[in-house]
T-cell receptor, first 113, second 113 residues
Framework: EAQVTQNPRYLITVTGKKLTVTCSQNMNHEYMSWYRQDPGLGLRQIYY???????DKGDVPEGYKVSRKEKRNFPLILESPSPNQTSLYFCASSFQPSTDTQYFGPGTRLTVL | GENVEQHPSTLSVQEGDSAVIKCTYS??????FPWYKQELGKRPQLIIDIRSNVGEKKDQRIAVTLNKTAKHFSLHITETQPEDSAVYFCAASTSGSARQLTFGSGTQLTVLP
């Protein structure tokens, strides 16, 4: 089954404790991205990747890191989480970056205390 | 960069009535306009999209219209049903751009039985 998976689905952590949210897709998509969803703000892009070892900042990259060492995986790293990073996070992938269907993962609900 | 504004933020309609959600965009180079539906607790999923060489597109009870001159596009849902209740996001992007989609802030549609 073609899908995008994320783990964990729910995470409660404390300020400053490094965490990683994993994202994996099995559709051989070149393009992957991370979004955060906050009430009234829609989906805002954090980082995106056009291919292995190619990543770039989206609209709200501060406090986040990503890596793309394999085509299928695109983890999101919060090295020192803060309460303002409490949000719902979605990973997405597609064949083309801008004019193709985005396939979203199930989401990760992160709470930073 | 692109800015997408979406209205209204909430919309309630009686079952069987029509619903219209409107979006405006700022970048005249944008040429791809998808709409995503997000049911409660679920991931966003593409429901319809339109490209700039087309003025209108229909898929059963859903239609999207595009006015390039005014830089706005709209989602029309006819004969609404309770299962149409969800958050709807519009988005815009430019073909060939490495950036992915810029989303609107979302519309919570509630279909009242």
């Amino acid at each position: 089954e073609a899908q995008v998976t994320q783990n964990p689905r729910y995470l409660i952590t404390v300020t400053g404790k490094k965490l990683t949210v994993t994202c994996s897709q099995n559709m051989n998509h070149e393009y992957m991205s991370w979004y955060r969803q906050d009430p009234g703000l829609g989906l805002r892009q954090i980082y995106y990747s056009m291919n292995v070892e190619v990543t770039d900042k989206g609209d709200v990259p501060e406090g986040y890191k990503v890596s793309r060492k394999e085509k299928r995986n695109f983890p999101l790293i919060l090295e020192s989480p803060s309460p303002n990073q409490t949000s719902l996070y979605f990973c997405a992938s597609s064949f083309q970056p801008s004019t193709d269907t985005q396939y979203f993962g199930p989401g990760t609900r992160l709470t930073v205390l | 960069g692109e800015n997408v504004e979406q209205h209204p933020s909430t919309l309630s309609v009686q079952e069987g009535d029509s619903a219209v959600i409107k979006c405006t965009y700022s970048d005249s180079a944008s040429n791809y306009f998808p709409w995503y539906k997000q049911e409660l607790g679920k991931r966003p999923q593409l429901i319809i999209d339109i490209r700039s060489n087309v003025g209108e597109k229909k898929d059963q009870r859903i239609a999207v219209t595009l006015n390039k001159t005014a830089k706005h596009f709209s989602l029309h849902i006819t004969e609404t049903q309770p299962e149409d209740s969800a958050v709807y996001f519009c988005a815009a992007s430019t073909s060939g751009s490495a950036r992915q989609l810029t989303f609107g802030s979302g519309t919570q549609l509630t279909v009242l039985p």
